[in-house]
C-alpha cells in the first residue's frame, strides 16, 4: 500500500488517479479517504487526484504521543503530501476538520496552493459558542475513550447536521457510519483532543483571512447550523473567496450530494484555470444599501 512519510516521521496513506492539474483531497474527522472516492471517480478523468489519511486514521500511522497531533501539524500535512510527491501547487479541497486544515494551509502556504475549497467548515468557530464546543468535544472524546469507536459512531453519525444524510440516502449514510466505526479508537480520540479541541477561532483569523489572495470556494449546507455564520465570516473576510450554499444540506456535503459538489469544484476550477476568478470588487461593500449617499 502506499504510504508517503511527513517530516515529523508519520507515515501517511494515500491513494491517487488520473493525470493533470493536481487535486488533494483532505478528509473531516467522522471520514476518511474512502469518503472522496466518488470526486477521485470523478475528476480522475480530468486531474491528478489524490485522496490521503490524516495521522491517527489506519492505515496512516498512529502515534500515541497527544503532541503529535495538533491543527498546525494538520495543516503541515497537506505540504507533506505535495513534497513527497512532488507537486509544486494543487488545488486544495477540505470537508470540515479537513476544511480547517484546508484554510490553514492557504493561509500560512499560499505559493502552493491553485485554489481553496472550505467545505462544511467552522464547528464551534463563532465567538458565542466557544464553550458549548469545548464541552461537546470533552464529552466526545471521554465517549470515544470508554465505549470505542464502534458504539460512539452510533452517537455521531446521527448528530443534528447528519440525519439530512440518513434521511435522504440511506445506503451512503449507512455506508459512512460503517467506516467510522472502524476508526481507531485512540487516534480518532487523540485527532480530537489535539486538532478539534485546540484550534483556534475562525473570528481570530480575520485579518490573516482579508490578505489571502488564493482563489477561495466556502461551501455549506442550509442545515448545517453551526457552519452558516463561520460560511459568511469567510466570504465577508477573504477577498477572493465565493460561498456556495446547498439547499436542504447537512454537513458532509461530498457524500450527501456528490454531484452537485463534483460539478460546482469543475466549474470553480475551470474559472481560476481560465484566470477568470475576481476577486471581490470593493465597491461592493461600502455598507450602503442602494449607493446613494
Keep these: 500500500m502506499p504510504h508517503l512519510t511527513t517530516d515529523d516521521g508519520i507515515r501517511l496513506y494515500y491513494e491517487e488517479t488520473g493525470s493533470g492539474a493536481p487535486i488533494v483531497f483532505v478528509h473531516e474527522f467522522a471520514d476518511d ?3 472522496y472516492e466518488g470526486q477521485m471517480r470523478y475528476f480522475g478523468r480530468r486531474y491528478r487526484a489524490i485522496a490521503y489519511n490524516a495521522r491517527g486514521y489506519p492505515p496512516s500511522d498512529v502515534p500515541e504521543d497527544p503532541g503529535r497531533y495538533s491543527q498546525e501539524r494538520a495543516r503541515d500535512d497537506i505540504r507533506a503530501v505535495l513534497d513527497a510527491l512532488a507537486i509544486p501547487k ?20 499560499p505559493d502552493r496552493a491553485l485554489s481553496l475549497v472550505v467545505a462544511g467548515c467552522g464547528y464551534g468557530a463563532e465567538p458565542g459558542k466557544r464553550q458549548q464546543f469545548h464541552d ?24 443534528p447536521s447528519r440525519v439530512q444524510f440518513q434521511n435522504k440516502d440511506p445506503r451512503g449514510w449507512a455506508e459512512f457510519a460503517a ?98 476568478w475576481p476577486r471581490r470588487d470593493p465597491r461592493s461593500v461600502t455598507g450602503s444599501i442602494l449607493g446613494v449617499r
Design 179 to 276: 467506516h467510522l466505526a472502524e476508526h481507531s479508537t485512540l487516534g480518532s480520540a487523540l485527532t480530537m483532543r489535539g486538532v478539534q479541541a485546540r484550534r483556534p477561532s475562525l473570528w481570530d483569523l480575520t485579518d490573516r483571512m482579508r490578505n489571502l489572495e488564493v482563489p477561495t470556494l466556502v461551501m455549506t449546507g442550509d442545515e448545517d447550523d453551526p457552519c452558516l455564520e463561520p460560511g459568511l465570516l469567510m466570504k465577508r473576510a477573504i477577498p477572493t473567496a465565493a460561498l456556495v450554499v446547498f439547499p436542504n444540506t447537512g454537513h458532509a456535503v461530498n457524500l450527501e450530494e456528490p454531484d452537485l459538489f463534483n460539478r460546482t469544484c469543475a466549474d470553480f476550477f475551470h474559472q481560476v484555470e481560465s484566470g477568470r
Design 90 to 109: 494543487a488545488h486544495i479541497v477540505g470537508i470540515s476538520m479537513g476544511g480547517f486544515a484546508t484554510l490553514h494551509f492557504g493561509l500560512t502556504y
Design 136 to 159: 461537546e468535544t470533552a464529552k466526545t472524546i471521554a465517549l470515544i475513550e470508554q465505549q470505542g469507536m464502534g458504539e460512539a459512531s452510533k452517537v455521531y453519525s446521527q448528530g
Design 33 to 35: 479517504y474512502r469518503g
